[in-house]
């Protein structure tokens, strides 16, 4: 079995986010439980370090207000951008962002929490879940969060039918 630091930041996700986002967890024992549940402690560390990333990256300023996050800028990729995000989850984050479901700074930090994973591409599902991930850690999104949760959990039932 090959895990990787994607499945253990899936299992922290499914099995931890009940808890929401002030959830402070004791290290030591996740990192047990993952153990445990047949997780390498390597990957465990890179899950724990991506998710401290993700902590960094909240669009807060010091005062802990939301910053604004409308631009009329056009985001360009950078070749290792390009190699690990297909045409296809490039274009699935401009939807979501045209249809205003994430801002422009939303957007960076998906992608750079997915240029963080240690994983060769991305797919399309790997980038859902991925801005489930961002969208439940920033604050003021929990709408979009809803909705983007509501259309994978969606996609996942017609796939099961």
């Known amino acids: 079995m090959k895990e990787n630091v994607f499945d253990v930041l899936m299992y922290l996700f499914e099995n931890y986010m009940d808890e929401g986002t002030e959830f402070q967890p004791d290290q030591e024992a996740i990192t047990y439980e993952l153990t445990q549940a047949g997780f390498p402690r390597g990957e465990i560390g890179k899950a724990f370090s991506w998710l ?11 005062a802990g207000q939301v ?79 809803h909705m983007l949760e509501d259309m994978v959990f969606d996609e996942m039932q017609g796939h099961l039918h």
Not at 52 to 62: C, V
Not at 89 to 118: K, N
Request: charged share 30%.
């Open 52 to 62: 401290d990333g993700l902590s960094a990256l909240r669009n807060t300023d010091d």
């Open 67 to 145: 910053r604004p996050g409308k631009s009329n800028a056009i985001r360009h990729y950078t070749a290792p951008e390009q190699e690990k995000l297909d045409e296809e989850c490039r274009g699935y984050l401009h939807f979501m962002e045209a249809s205003g479901v994430i801002d422009a700074l939303t957007r960076e930090v998906i992608i750079d929490r997915l240029m963080a994973l240690d994983v060769d591409g991305i797919s399309l599902d790997q980038l859902k879940w991925v801005m489930l991930l961002v969208l439940f850690n920033q604050p003021g999104q929990e709408y979009a969060y």
